[in-house]
């Protein structure tokens, strides 16, 4: 178990040391993973809550794929976001691949269909609840979205915070796409794989926990808001 | 309240955009194996090059043929790798200008501390690999198409023994960087090829030690090749022409033979 | 305060044999019906009768399998009415936002709001819990707010579907002395009940639904006095109908159902 110790005291050492390198490594990760899931709800609470609200011809099979896509494998979409990206893809004349922002757009992609599915399941279950009093008072499906999503912001903030864990948990896409490049594209655990790779375990799981605390205290400062506007979620 | 909030999340995620373009920042993108990244070697020579050059450089470490996939489709502008053959196709191929020589280190064979197969003092590598073989004794590939996958295949393929077809059994294919292909061959534990300067800065060895080297197959040649700028115009020539030059050159070739991994000289410099 | 003199009267309200029908069962049958302005109708029947589709196909939450709902103005009929419900349904907001979001979706203008909340408040004395999230009020005060709500839209018609079913004695009082004040503000109340005592303080006239069919509308001292329709007759007096089944198709000149006498 030295292994442990070695990284609970590696950890530390950074930490303490404020390690340049290591609050560059995680801002770009906070970066990245943030910008990510703000865009990704901006994409998924209007599409998950169109999709809740209107009958339309082939919806079976949407839900199912959204629902589907929450799965898809990192390293999957991003081998898609390098083919798109690459210069010798459709996009490659941006010149995207290889920088954070190739990395946002691999977010993106991944964590919208979690928001999205999650929306669909509060919005659909709010509209059995308020559709005939909404009707009554002139709010057909349209215009009652923002009523709506403002409802059940509470269940919608958890669903974010998923989002938003497996933004900052994921490796494949950010590698592929970002290139793991020292000082540029270079986040947590692309570090954390990239120090696996030399056989610094210890460090690897020293990063790993600093990792973990980071997104716990995230996932606390949101809990604790939940908490403190309990009544409002009656 | 409800302003207030969005207000206060659209500042958030303002301020977390990606922040001006770095055209401003000089650099080119060096696509590179791993090896050569994780013995640390551009860790320490890169910033010599930026220092007197003011181009910064960016380093993508891969396997070899990821990395030359990479190069083909102009997603970087300088290849740097260990496999003459793909390299010469390369710029057969049109993908690159010219390869230069740049340096060359070792492999070795690495294995259990027991020594199971008995190759400890062996000349011939090809032997070596043989007598593992013979013994059935674990052995573990990188498997992933890289510089060092095809120099193993290559040294397999004189002993006339097919160890792929017995992958899964003795022979097992990991599929992944020097690195990882290590931490494998230390937890089984199992002979590995790796290459020296790896090897050296690997912290993780467990029950392994070096048990083969020295033999003139086991030499690993570096090739650095700029992209083909009429094959992908966007290529930045001059900025990767003049990292070559410089690596090339007296000062990087000085940089590259003064690289220490614990006391010893890890890489050769050769360019001519 | 009645409702602006300017807007377009939607009253009188015809509905001209209408049925629907819902998993192959007809729910409503061949009603025909015109509702004049001014007037509080109570609606009652037995459970199961059909009040609460009756009143969702006038207001248009539901659309008749056939026959037709007019009011007198086609398009926009709807911004004149408003409903409550037997279960007040309240958004996560605080009661002043629920109220406020009403007027919004009216578009009454913004300068309008805060009087208009204030005023509804206070007359349904909920003026002390403006502010409190409105969800967590006691379900008589929720029912009070629904009214405030409706109230503040200034309806040419409102509708309440059972609205004291699940309150208790004192919260139903308050509540019918609410609908009496938005009457009195000039608003047609319709209502459904199955209360007979509350029918008998609030009717002007009362509808007798029974099985999907309206089988007596007349003003209510003459119905709780003398009903014509021996159903009714039964009703008003307390008996449940749906012990008399059978009994139902011999009085209404059917033949008794398979196995009865």
Not at chain 2, 199 to 211: A, M, S
Not at chain 2, 218 to 230: D, F, H
Not at chain 3, 203 to 230: H, M, Q, S, T, Y
Request: charged share 20%; net charge positive.
């Amino acid at each position: 178990m030295t292994d442990f110790s070695d990284a609970f005291a590696a950890a530390l050492g950074l930490v303490l040391g404020l390690d340049s390198s290591l609050t560059e490594i995680v801002g770009l990760s906070l970066r990245v993973s943030l910008t990510a899931v703000a865009i990704a709800a901006l994409i998924g609470l209007p599409v998950g809550a169109a999709i809740a609200l209107f009958r339309f011809r082939g919806r079976f099979f949407i839900v199912v794929c959204v629902n589907a896509l929450m799965g898809m494998p990192p390293v999957v979409v991003g081998l898609i976001v390098y083919l798109l990206l690459s210069r010798a893809g459709p996009f490659g004349v941006f010149g995207l691949l290889f920088t954070p922002t190739a990395m946002i757009v691999a977010q993106v992609l991944l964590v919208t269909p979690i928001i999205a599915a999650l929306t669909r399941q509060v919005i659909e279950d709010l509209w059995i609840e308020y559709e005939e009093q909404l009707r009554s008072l002139g709010a057909g499906p349209g215009r009652a979205v923002p009523a709506l999503l403002w409802d059940g912001r509470f269940t919608l903030i958890t669903a974010i915070l998923a989002g938003f864990g497996r933004a900052s948990a994921e490796v494949g896409a950010v590698m592929i796409v970002g290139g793991n490049i020292d000082h540029v594209t270079r986040v947590m655990t692309t570090s954390i794989a990239l120090e696996v790779s030399k056989g610094n375990l210890a460090l690897a799981l020293g990063l790993g926990m600093i990792l973990l605390v980071l997104s716990a205290s995230i996932n606390a400062g949101a809990y604790l808001i939940q908490h403190s506007t309990k009544r409002w979620h009656a | 309240m409800k302003r207030v909030t969005i207000m206060a999340l659209v500042a958030a995620v303002m301020a977390l955009m990606p922040g001006p373009a770095a055209a401003a920042e000089k650099f080119f993108t060096l696509v590179g194996t791993t090896s050569t990244d994780n013995s640390g070697l551009y860790g320490k020579i890169l910033p010599t090059f930026t220092a007197k050059t003011g181009i910064k450089v960016r380093v993508v470490s891969v396997g070899t043929g990821r990395a030359i996939n990479i190069a083909k489709n102009g997603d970087a502008d300088v290849l740097l790798v260990h496999h003459r053959t793909s390299e010469d196709k390369f710029v057969a191929d049109g993908y690159g200008v010219k390869r230069h020589d740049v340096m060359y280190n070792d492999f070795i064979i690495v294995g259990p501390e027991n020594d199971p197969a008995n190759i400890w003092g062996l000349k011939s590598v090809v032997d070596g690999l043989a007598q593992i073989a013979a013994t059935k004794n674990f052995f573990v590939s990188r498997g992933d198409d890289s510089g060092t996958h095809k120099k193993e295949l290559s040294i397999w393929k004189l002993t006339g023994i097919n160890a792929v077809k017995a992958s899964g059994t003795w022979y097992r294919e990991a599929g992944a960087g020097m690195g990882a292909t290590l931490n494998t061959a230390s937890a089984m534990p199992a002979y590995t090829l790796s290459d020296r300067g790896t090897w050296l800065k690997f912290e993780n060895r467990g029950g392994l030690k070096l048990v083969a080297e020295n033999d003139p197959l086991l030499l690993n040649p570096y090739g650095v090749i700029l992209i083909n700028p009429k094959r992908h115009p966007h290529v930045k020539a001059g900025m990767g022409q003049a990292f070559i030059d410089w690596i090339t050159g007296p000062e990087g070739q000085a940089a590259i033979k003064a690289y220490r991994i614990k006391g010893r000289q890890a890489f050769f410099p050769n360019a001519k | 305060m009645t409702a602006p003199s300017d807007d377009p009267r939607i009253l009188p309200l015809e509905l001209d044999d209408v049925c629907f029908e819902a998993g192959g069962n007809r729910l409503i049958k061949d009603v025909t019906l015109r509702l004049e302005p001014g007037l509080k109708t109570v609606i009652i029947g037995p459970n199961g009768a059909g009040k609460s589709l009756f009143l969702r196909l006038c207001h248009g939450l539901l659309r008749p399998t056939q026959g037709s709902v007019r009011w007198q103005q086609e398009t926009g009929a709807g911004r004149h009415q408003a409903m409550v419900f037997q279960r007040p349904v309240m958004l996560r907001r605080s009661v002043a936002a629920n109220i406020k979001y009403a007027l919004k979706l009216h578009q009454v203008p913004r300068r309008h709001r805060a009087d208009i909340i204030d005023r509804v408040l206070h007359q349904t004395g909920l003026k002390r819990l403006a502010d409190q999230p409105a969800r967590v009020l006691s379900i008589g005060e929720q029912q009070k707010l629904a009214l405030a709500r409706a109230w503040a839209l200034e309806p040419q018609v409102l509708f309440l579907d059972e609205p004291t079913a699940s309150l208790d004695p004192a919260a139903t009082h308050s509540v019918e002395e609410i609908i009496a004040a938005i009457h009195d503000a000039g608003t047609r109340i319709i209502m459904t009940t199955h209360d007979l005592g509350q029918a008998r303080r609030i009717a002007d006239e009362v509808i007798f639904i029974n099985r999907g069919r309206i089988l007596e509308a007349a003003p209510a001292g003459r119905f709780f006095e003398a009903p014509e329709n021996d159903l009714a007759q039964a009703f008003v007096r307390g008996e449940l109908l749906w012990w008399n089944k059978g009994q139902d198709n011999r009085k209404q000149g059917l033949p008794p159902k398979e196995g009865e006498g």
